[in-house]
């Protein structure tokens, strides 16, 4: 007999499996936490305790490492539902070694659909993204949207990966899988205990955002202001990462009613923002300037995109929450609690 509320978090040490743990325990379940430690960190894991309370239980296990994921299925052979975040997401890292994302984001995924094969564990939320979406043709975006040429290899990994779970749950495999497409995470949590914690310099924008306000960095740069959108910097659909992590919670309840084997879903604000309208937006909201300047563009970037989050708020009964404002607020009070940990 499956367990209903243990659940197997891959990438449970990152940014967004992180937040995800800790709304899991608020609604009653029991994560099981799996990271390799290399894009993350045990900082994260300490916040979690300190927003639920304890310890949930971890495993240092690269998920390419099927036997180090077998270990933990013989310890809970009643797993039955899987939430997999771990893979590299950054798409300009990803432009410079594309033989590292496909090995690590195809790798990782290929073993654990392998491995929850063999233990009859049936269920699974897949992190996947909006880069799947290539540069598209209409906004905003719906889950109907054709697939264009993925603009970097990480976009791609999220493509096959798609393409390899929808073939499995055709076939005579017992396999349930929801395809979560995030658009732009971003925020940390409301108590400033977890948030962003990227390893050396920063790929994302709010991070950076932050950094460069409280001294880290000189300097943000804007990749392009030459783009056609209303100042001329990319177009983006950013979410709070809270609303995000309530998502999966969401998704791991809908899985019980699942008609189809496999489902996409948008998750989204429905609501654009450029990347100079978050700079400006950060210090309307907390009062600090951020040093920045306008430089080219960067490989692999999509001018514009934002979701029609409307197919998720009705499969999933979930909405967002929470305002940019709101995110920036969060990511700024968790900034400052890193300084202050860190005199």
């Not at 906004?139 to 054709?146: D, F, G, L, N, Q």
């Not at 943000?220 to 999966?248: E, M, Q, W």
Request: net charge neutral.
């Amino acid at each position: 007999m499956k367990h209903p509320k243990k659940v197997l978090i891959t990438g449970g040490a990152g940014f967004i499996g992180a937040h995800t743990v800790v709304e899991l325990v608020q609604s009653g379940f029991q994560p099981i936490l799996v990271d390799d430690l290399s894009r993350s960190s045990v900082r994260l894991l300490q916040g979690i305790r300190k927003i639920v309370g304890h310890d949930p239980e971890f495993h240092q296990v690269d998920c390419k490492n099927a036997e180090g994921l077998r270990s933990i299925f013989r310890k809970h052979p009643d797993i039955g539902k899987v939430i997999h975040f771990a893979a590299y997401k950054s798409v300009g890292e990803s432009v410079i070694d594309p033989l590292l994302y496909y090995r690590n984001n195809l790798g990782s995924l290929i073993s654990l659909v392998e491995v929850m094969k063999e233990f009859e564990a049936s269920q699974l939320v897949f992190s996947s993204s909006c880069t799947v979406y290539g540069q598209p043709d209409e906004i905003p975006v719906t889950e109907e949207t054709p697939f264009k040429t993925a603009e970097s290899p990480y976009g791609a990994t999220k493509q096959m990966g798609e393409r390899l779970l929808e073939d499995i749950t055709k076939s005579t495999s017992p396999l349930h899988v929801i395809s979560l497409r995030y658009f732009n995470p971003i925020g940390a949590h409301p108590s400033g205990a977890i948030g962003e914690l990227p390893i050396g310099v920063p790929s994302n924008l709010v991070p950076f955002i932050t950094q460069t306000a409280i001294g880290i960095r000189k300097q943000l740069t804007v990749f392009g202001n030459d783009y056609d959108t209303p100042d001329g910097s990319c177009l983006r659909d950013y979410i709070h990462v809270v609303d995000l992590a309530k998502a999966h919670v969401s998704a791991l309840v809908a899985m019980e009613k699942m008609k189809n084997s496999y489902v996409v879903l948008n998750l989204g604000s429905g609501k654009p923002s450029s990347v100079l309208e978050l700079v400006h937006a950060f210090t309307r909201v907390t009062g600090v300037s951020v040093n920045h300047l306008i430089g080219p563009r960067r490989p692999g970037d999509v001018e514009k995109i934002y979701a029609d989050p409307s197919r998720a708020e009705k499969f999933l009964h979930w909405k967002t929450a929470y305002s940019v404002e709101d995110a920036l607020r969060d990511a700024w009070k968790w900034e400052m609690n890193l300084k202050h940990e860190a005199h």
